[in-house]
């Protein structure tokens, strides 16, 4: 079911499986109402025309469980790198699928992150370890008391990382030495999940789980400015999750963010304020393609905004309850995937969902878009290298 929604020039300027921290009721969590759909039911399938088909590169598989959906790949010249929960660390040529070499580590709490020649990955016991991407080899390890639940940002000179605690902590490329470090408050109650900061002419934005977005000087740690994504409005503390698990996106001068149970609020970094903001609930960024904001909601409806005056343009409702992964674009086009390892096409002007394939037997946890292909991480860790 999509709606779509008539424009006014009214403005003028510009999965899903979670877990929580305490043993609270999920059903406690809804917050949309529905009388057409029982909203713990999965949306059907609908038939549609295909116009667009997915083709399968190659695919590996690893070992563990990904239910947080935090082990995503990294690339770097002509490799891809992946590490699973396992401890398994493998560097693979982009194009073939084949190992340029493998490592083994102790379980592992995130993804991998590659940049200016290293690898970083990070243990359940907090322990931060870089490699070199020639050949996987240990260049330091230092600890930093807290579990890390995201990759890793890199810069010519830092690595910052976040730990479930809402730290975020820089690191010295070369030593692994803490240059600084800044601990956010955090809620009675969380999402157990992080987002990856991101850096952007020498300044790291960070979102926490406060519902907040801090902008830090890159050298030294001082926060900039920052600023609410939203408020808690409800009377428990089930309803004041706010959590911002998804890592801010910026693109041309503005911040874009989302929370859980809150906004996609829109931030001018000359004027350090935000500019807009629309009620909704996501897990995931933003995601903008072919002049529109496309976001994935927490209970896997579609919405989108035009770019150009942030009226909403079409929402669809054909993957509700479908636990959604988050959304890429590529080539010209919208992919998701769902819990039953289909991996969805959609247009973004229309959507319209213009092609499918199941490629999994488990839910599609994370996609990718890289150059002329795009990867998919499953519950299972199984990576394949998928085009269309």
């Not at 769902?338 to 969805?344: A, K, L, Q, T, V």
Request: with cysteine.
């Amino acid at each position: 079911m999509i709606k779509y929604f008539k424009l006014s020039l009214k403005y003028s300027f510009l999965p899903l499986l979670f877990l929580l921290s305490s043993c609270a009721s999920l059903s406690a969590l809804k917050f949309w109402e529905n009388d057409e759909f029982d909203l713990d039911e999965p949306r059907p399938l609908q038939n549609i025309t295909e116009k667009k088909e997915i083709v399968s590169n190659w695919s590996l598989n690893f070992t563990g469980d990904n239910d947080l959906g935090n082990f995503i790949p990294s690339f770097s010249s002509k490799s891809i790198y992946f590490a699973d929960s396992e401890g398994n660390v493998k560097s693979i040529d982009i194009a073939s699928g084949n190992i340029n070499w493998q490592k083994q580590f102790k379980s592992l709490s995130a993804g991998i992150a590659s940049g200016y020649g290293i690898s970083v990955i990070s243990d359940i016991d907090g322990n931060v370890i870089a490699l070199d991407q020639a050949d996987g080899s240990v260049i330091w390890t230092k600890n930093v008391q807290g579990e890390v639940l995201s990759q890793a940002a890199l810069s010519a000179k830092s690595i910052f990382i976040k730990t479930g605690s809402g730290e975020l902590i820089s690191l010295d490329k070369d030593t692994g030495d803490i240059s600084w470090s800044y601990r956010a408050k955090l809620p009675p109650l969380t999402i157990r999940g992080s987002s990856r900061p991101v850096i952007s002419e020498d300044i790291v934005y960070a979102t926490f789980d406060s519902g907040r977005l801090v902008a830090f000087e890159i050298d030294t740690g001082y926060p900039i400015w920052d600023g609410a994504i939203s408020y808690t409005e409800g009377v428990s503390e089930l309803e004041n999750i706010i959590d911002s698990d998804s890592s801010p996106l910026i693109e041309g001068g503005l911040v874009y963010t989302t929370n859980y149970q809150g906004n996609l609020n829109i931030f001018d970094i000359a004027q350090r304020r935000s500019l807009w903001q629309s009620k909704l609930s996501s897990f995931y960024s933003p995601l903008i393609s072919r002049g529109l904001i496309v976001l994935i909601e927490s209970n896997s409806s579609i919405k989108s905004f035009s770019i150009t005056n942030l009226q909403e343009s079409w929402q669809s409702e054909s993957y509700l309850n479908r636990g959604l992964s988050n959304a890429v674009s590529f080539e010209g086009y919208i992919i998701i995937g769902d819990y039953e390892g289909y991996i969805h096409i959609i247009d973004p002007i229309s959507g319209i969902t213009v092609g499918r394939k199941k490629i999994s037997k488990n839910p599609i946890k994370n996609i990718i878009s890289r150059s002329k292909n795009f990867y998919v991480v499953d519950e299972s860790f199984k990576l394949l290298s998928l085009s269309i």
